[in-house]
């Protein structure tokens, strides 16, 4: 998967293929996700990849990711509380919307969360 993630910055900001690789472990690793380096996608389950997903959108240029029904993306997700933690450790200064539905509406009840339903 580092090489998924690398590809961002390689491709926009003309990054050496291994000090972008550097900078994906480094960013997995403060997710507590270092065993995704090496892994394949068809290796990892579906939060896993949706780990990957927002690394790879927080290393783009956009000053907001926009997330669209995290629950139907991951659907063995129980606690979006533990996910938006991990992604804020690694958020570099970006605006992160979640759009969801009505019906999800209790997964947010209580959080400080930009989300829109």
Do not use: W
């Amino acid at each position: 998967m580092k090489e998924n993630i690398a590809l961002i910055q390689e491709v926009h900001h003309k990054k050496p293929r291994l000090e972008a690789e550097a900078e994906a472990i480094e960013l997995l690793e403060k997710l507590g996700f270092s065993s995704l380096a090496n892994k394949r996608s068809n290796q990892c389950d579906k939060l896993e990849i949706f780990y990957v997903m927002m690394v790879r959108a927080l290393m783009c240029d956009e000053s907001k990711v926009v997330v669209q029904t995290p629950f139907v993306l991951v659907d063995t997700m129980s606690n979006i509380q533990e996910v938006l933690a991990n992604i804020e450790r690694i958020n570099q200064d970006k605006g992160i919307i979640i759009l969801d539905t009505q019906s999800n509406n209790i997964h947010y009840r209580g959080l400080h969360v930009n989300a829109v339903q």
